[in-house]
């Protein structure tokens, strides 16, 4: 069973699919902050020309909502426990830290 946030889980399904030469893995918050860098990145890795400079642009940003409420130390600390052997798994599949 595959649950959302498990991305060590679901990398390692992908690769059980696909050489890991034909995936390519990125950070959305790089696409955010460097989008002509990353785009130029994924255009080189489908072996195509660059697109040419297209700088930042944001669609269908979600708007900041207030929950009512905040998470405790508590609900922070077992989701860390919860979530650390995923993230130990994704690190050493990908080499990216989160």
Do not use: C, W
Not at 27 to 34: A, G, I, N
Not at 45 to 51: G, Q, S, V
């Amino acid at each position: 069973m595959s649950f959302r946030g498990f991305y060590g889980e679901q990398i390692a399904r992908a690769l059980t699919l696909f050489p890991r030469e034909q995936i390519l893995l990125l950070r959305s918050e790089d696409l955010k902050h460097q989008p002509d860098e990353l785009l130029n990145l994924v255009n080189g890795f489908l072996e195509i020309p660059p697109p040419g400079k297209r700088g930042r642009r944001f669609v269908h940003v979600g708007r900041e909502m207030d929950y009512g409420s905040r998470l405790s130390e508590d609900d922070v600390a077992f989701l860390r426990e919860v979530f650390a052997s995923d993230q130990e798994r994704l690190k050493s599949l990908t080499g990216l830290h989160f």
